[in-house]
C-alpha cells in the first residue's frame, strides 16, 4: 500500500507541473496513466464499475467522477483529479484541486478550506478514536467557512480492494461509528461546495455536478490509522 500510495502522489505531482489553459482533461488522463504504468503500477479506474479512464478530471462545477474529454481548460478555471494506483493488489487512492492560471479569491478559499478540512479530519484518524470523530472535524471547518460538504459521496476504507469498509462521511457528529484501530486503512476526502450541497449526476451516468451551479473542491488521502499520529501513504514528504 506504500507503493501504491506513493505513486498516487507522485502522479498528483506531476500533473500539477503541466495543469494550464488549452491543455484538454484527456491529456492530463494519459500523461497520468503513463506515469502510473511507468513506475510499475496499474490504474485502479480505468474499467472499475465500466468507469471509461483512468482518472477523473473534474472542472469547476463538477464535483467528482469527471470523464476526461477533449474539453480545454481555460485560465481562471478549477480541476479536482482523483487517481487510484493498483500495485500488486494493494491499492492507494488520492485526489487533488489545481488551479489554471489565476483563480478568483472565492475559488482560492474554497480550495484553501477544502485542504485544511482534510488534513483536520486526518488528524483524527487516531487509534482509540471514533470514525465520525473524522467527520465531524472536516464538516465543522468548512461549515464555520461558509462552505458545504457533500453529503452524496464519501470516503472509504481501502486496502486489497479500491472500496472497502467503513464508509468515511464528511459530516456528523462526534464520538459515533466504529472505533479507529491501529492498521485501518481509509481513504478520506472532503468533496466541498462553494454553494448548496446537493449535487446531480449528468446524463453519463458518472460526472457529479452542483445543483446550483457553483464551484467544487476535492482532495484525498490514503491514511493508516495508528497511535498518537496517523501515517498519509499518499503524501511525497
Known amino acids: 500500500m506504500a507503493q501504491a500510495g506513493r505513486i498516487c502522489a507522485l502522479a498528483l505531482e506531476a ?18 496513466h503513463d506515469l502510473i504504468r511507468e513506475k510499475g503500477g496499474r490504474s485502479a479506474f480505468l474499467g472499475y464499475r465500466g468507469y471509461p479512464a483512468s482518472i477523473c478530471a473534474s472542472v469547476n462545477d463538477q464535483v467528482v467522477h469527471g470523464i476526461p474529454s477533449e474539453r480545454k481548460l481555460r485560465e481562471g478555471d478549477i480541476i479536482s483529479v482523483d487517481l487510484g494506483v493498483d500495485y500488486d493488489g494493494f491499492y492507494g487512492d488520492a485526489a487533488r484541486t489545481f488551479a489554471v492560471g489565476r ?14 478540512s482534510l488534513e483536520l479530519g486526518i488528524g483524527k484518524a487516531v487509534a482509540g478514536g471514533r470514525l465520525s470523530d473524522i467527520s465531524h472535524a472536516i464538516q465543522s471547518h468548512v ?20 472500496h472497502e469498509e467503513p464508509q468515511v462521511p464528511n459530516f456528523g457528529p ?64
Open 15 to 32: 500533473v500539477r507541473g503541466i495543469i494550464a489553459p488549452g491543455i484538454s482533461t484527456k491529456d492530463i488522463e494519459r500523461f497520468a
Open 103 to 116: 483563480i478568483s479569491e472565492d475559488a482560492q478559499k474554497l480550495m484553501r478550506v477544502t485542504e485544511e
Open 143 to 162: 461549515e464555520t467557512s461558509g462552505l458545504s460538504v457533500v453529503r452524496s459521496f464519501v470516503g472509504h476504507g481501502i486496502g486489497r480492494s479500491l
Open 174 to 237: 462526534p464520538g459515533k461509528g466504529p472505533r479507529l484501530l491501529r492498521g485501518m486503512a481509509l481513504a478520506i476526502e472532503p468533496m466541498v461546495n462553494a454553494g448548496t450541497w446537493k449535487v446531480r449526476v449528468l446524463e453519463d451516468g458518472w460526472t457529479a455536478v452542483t445543483e446550483d451551479g457553483s464551484l467544487s473542491a476535492h482532495y484525498e488521502h490514503t491514511v493508516i490509522v495508528d497511535e498518537g499520529r496517523p501515517v498519509v501513504l499518499t503524501r511525497l514528504s
